[in-house]
């Protein structure tokens, strides 16, 4: 019996701690205590691989070390690492960062039956665990302001939520105590292109906001940031962080994260493409004129007036070149763009305007006739935008493509690869880095992963799930055959109909979900079954109505990874198409750097993420049901191999 059990443990640490004694072990002790004694106690079950996770990760804070903790289904990996988390938070003094590979994810690992509410109330134990949400994840005053004033069907809505607002953000000229408020979350019946109309996004300046002060993503940026256990947020937004760090000590601001004592990213098979996301340079014409034309406020000499002139009328013509030679990429919100002859020519040219303003600047800020601050904020924008255009003219260039945004077509500049970023700013520090996923390795191999992020030296295991497949899950393939949409919907649906709903059907891409969702809503068969589309209100509402309503369809495109629906809400994951990437500008980058693109590139990208979507089912011992998998690649011999390696009792059944 341990006698840590049975007091409250407030103190520093859940165990008695020995000083003399290297804390990871004593620490490592502790959590065999918990997984051999105390939560089966509490009804969980004792887990071979679970304990195998425990001794590898002593192991990993021990030496400080990165990790590939590759572990399936079931297995109870993320009751393992926050125990380290944890522990480890406590002896440093600093909070853990668990990483989420999107806000959805984050709600599951915090929601009031979650990992982290169970081992607070079985192990007697407060954790102080705070969400770091994502900036897009809050309501913009300023975008908000001109929604409700807006003559389009949403004004009324967004009165309505204005009204509902904080008084200290109504009246801002009442004292009163602030906290934190405007979270998406707290809007669930909003659709994904309502919010888009009043949330924060990146053409939004908030160094120079009259409201920043009593913004909701800034006063909860102030509370996460007092955390003692865990700051729990999104893989997007610790790669801003990362990203962000030094131009925000240089301006005077607090990074986005406070310093931290070890990092968890969780499903870290997606890692790469959030630090490529953060890395990512956005801009147009209308923000790069607002910018700039900040620098005419103050009495300044004719010639940088000049000079700012030149520069938006270049800025003008970049433009108009991309409004008219970017191309639409089918299956994707993105534009190619020919990164040669008249492009180049066009951003060298903007390049040498900046320039010149730079040099104007030098004298100017000798006459102390521009506001500090201001001219410093303006500088950071324009040093960004030289930066961008600069990787245009490297030897290895970067990924390119356009964007249409509400106020006009933006240019994006992403660098080919973030191994050197994620190599210097991440994996340099000393501290134990965990990558948690059922999902890490391609034919038992993680150099796939190693060699995307850049990490030479690592720790790694994988162990399988507990589950018995082959008599839990019956799987089923289907090569597709050439249908139209219309026709494939029908289909779709009467495969619903055998699991009397209780489905989840994953698409790639949302392109292919609206497609679904248009042809479903003209087949009365469709109103059998309540469906639930991804992007009609906010993500993690649309779960839990999933799980509440048994016989309910989501349809989703970004729930490949990380729902955990046990029970029969969930009797039946319906895979649309293969998940190959699409052929936008960063998977046809990638693919030029291959020798074999097919095999090295697109299969898997596939695999990983429909084992990802495969793994949705069985969440425990006693679930049951039913995968199928559709796909015209499934008549290619190479293809439907691979794909049976990852469900060898699939039966292939002729296209209903």
């Not at 940088?304 to 991309?322: C, G, K, P, R, Y």
């Amino acid at each position: 019996m341990n006698h840590w059990r049975h007091a409250r443990l407030t103190a520093t640490y859940p165990f008695p701690f020995d000083p003399a004694k290297p804390f990871v072990r004593q620490a490592g002790d502790w959590i065999a205590d918990v997984f051999y004694d105390v939560l089966p106690e509490a009804g969980f079950e004792v887990r071979d691989e679970q304990i195998f996770m425990a001794f590898q990760l002593e192991r990993a804070y021990a030496e400080k070390m990165p990790i590939f903790a590759e572990a399936g289904v079931g297995t109870g990996k993320t009751l393992v690492y926050l125990l380290y988390a944890i522990a480890y938070a406590r002896y440093v003094r600093k909070p853990a960062v668990i990483a989420c590979a999107d806000e959805s994810l984050i709600e599951q690992l915090v929601k009031p039956e979650g990992d982290i509410a169970k081992l607070s109330r079985h192990l007697n134990l407060t954790v102080d665990a705070r969400l770091g949400k994502s900036r897009d994840q809050y309501i913009c005053l300023n975008k908000l302001d001109e929604a409700q004033t807006a003559f389009d069907d949403d004004a009324d809505r967004f009165r309505d939520v204005y009204r509902s607002l904080p008084e200290f953000v109504r009246k801002p000229d009442t004292l009163q105590t602030f906290h934190p408020y405007g979270d998406r979350k707290h809007y669930p019946d909003l659709t994904d292109e309502a919010w888009s109309k009043i949330g924060w996004d990146v053409f939004q300046d908030c160094l120079v906001c009259d409201n920043r002060h009593r913004c909701g993503q800034t006063l909860s940026r102030d509370y996460y940031r007092k955390s003692a256990d865990l700051i729990v947020c999104s893989h997007d937004f610790y790669m801003e962080h990362v990203w962000t760090y030094e131009s925000r000590k240089r301006e005077g601001q607090l990074p986005l994260l406070p310093e931290h004592s070890s990092v968890v990213f969780d499903e870290g098979h997606l890692l790469e493409t959030a630090a490529q996301s953060a890395l990512t340079y956005r801009w147009n014409h209308a923000l790069f004129e607002a910018i700039v034309t900040r620098l005419l406020e103050g009495e300044i000499r004719e010639s940088l007036a000049v000079a700012i002139e030149a520069s938006i009328a270049q800025s003008e013509s970049l433009f108009a070149l991309l409004e008219r030679s970017s191309r639409p990429v089918p299956g994707s919100d993105r534009r190619e763009i020919d990164t040669e002859g008249d492009l180049l020519r066009e951003t060298e040219l903007l390049r040498e305007r900046l320039a010149v303003i730079d040099e104007e600047l030098v004298y100017e800020s000798g006459l102390y006739s521009l506001n500090e601050y201001g001219l410093k904020i303006v500088e950071e924008h324009l040093d960004m935008i030289q930066h961008a255009l600069g990787l245009l003219r490297q030897t290895e260039r970067p990924v390119v493509w356009g964007e249409y945004r509400p106020d006009g077509l933006a240019l994006v500049i992403m660098p080919r690869n973030v191994r050197d970023v994620l190599k210097e700013r991440v994996f340099a520090k000393k501290m134990p880095i965990v990558f948690s996923s059922a999902t890490l390795s391609v034919d038992g191999s993680f150099d796939y992963m190693a060699r995307g992020l850049g990490l030479d030296d690592f720790l790694s295991f994988s162990v399988p799930s507990p589950y018995d497949y082959e008599r839990q899950m019956k799987a089923e393939l289907y090569p597709e055959a050439d249908v139209s949409a219309a026709e494939k919907t029908k289909a779709v649906l009467s495969l619903i109909r055998q699991s009397e709903g209780r489905a989840l059907v994953l698409f790639p891409t949302k392109e292919e979900l609206a497609e679904f969702r248009k042809h479903s809503a003209a087949i009365p068969e469709a109103g059998e079954y309540r469906l639930l589309f991804e992007g009609t209100a906010e993500i993690s509402h649309l779960v839990s109505e999933f799980q509440r309503d048994e016989p309910s369809v989501l349809c989703a495109a970004t729930l490949w990874e990380g729902l955990d629906i046990p029970g029969p809400s969930l009797s039946h994951v319906i895979v649309w198409s293969l998940p190959f990437p699409p052929d936008d500008p960063v998977f046809a980058a990638k693919r030029n750097d291959a020798e074999r693109p097919f095999e090295q590139v697109d299969m898997p990208y596939m695999l990983l993420r429909l084992k990802q979507g495969i793994g949705r089912l069985i969440r425990t011992r006693d679930d049951r049901g039913t995968v199928s998998v559709i796909g015209k690649e499934l008549r290619e011999r190479n293809v439907r191999e691979q794909v049976r390696l990852l469900v060898p009792h699939a039966v292939e059944r002729t296209w209903p």
